[in-house]
């Protein structure tokens, strides 16, 4: 899915959770991706974590809390329409928090496993400048990369956070995905984790904190 198209699919028409500042009243949105089994409303514990005053939190819900069926690695085709409609349910998040007049240099994506894969694809596929993106536990969706994934994100901040020995997230994906972006002018910062299992570690809420805090800051 990029811009300009509809996409009517399995995550169209369910609930959009939200939190933190009334996005009315905010100067900055977080769009937050839940991974396979979980809830919007998790996601959301997770933006209280991370977030600031000022700042609202917008999660869309799953369809049967999964965004596609199989594997991210597997071809592209094989988790349709599940990724286009999830796609999808970022766009329509994201047009809610502009709506509410937050420009989409202040809207970051946050999202964790499927939601993390979710989220850096949705930024692969509709370049342009935004408030960020920290993606926990994920990467790039297909078997194969593209090529060359045209557009520039602008120097838009990107957080890739994973363990080394990620049960469904292999390391070398977590490179891919950070030379994308690197190619498409992000500003990406890439940590791996020894040994981790597969979750969020304190380190890494810290930096999205920190993400989060820069903007409101200015």
Known sequence: M???????????????VTGGTDREDAEAALVCTHGRGATAGGMIQLADEVGQEGVAALAPQAARRTWYPNSFLEPVERNEPGRRSGLQAISDAID???????????????????GACLASEYLARNPRR?????????????????DEYPGDLEGTPIFL???????????????????????MDGDVTKRLYEGMGHGITEDELAIVSEMVAALVDD
């Not at 956070?161 to 995905?177: A, L, N, Q, Y």
């Open 2 to 16: 990029s811009a300009g198209e509809r996409v009517e699919g399995p995550h169209q028409g369910q609930q959009l």
């Open 96 to 114: 809610a928090a502009n709506d509410a007049g937050i420009p989409t240099e202040r809207v970051m994506l946050i999202g964790f496993s499927q």
């Open 130 to 146: 935004y408030g960020g993106l920290a993606a926990l536990s994920g990467g790039l969706i297909g078997d194969q990369l593209d």
């Open 161 to 183: 956070g994973c363990s080394d020995v990620d049960p469904h997230i292999p390391e070398e994906r977590v490179h891919e995905t950070a030379a994308v972006f690197e190619s």
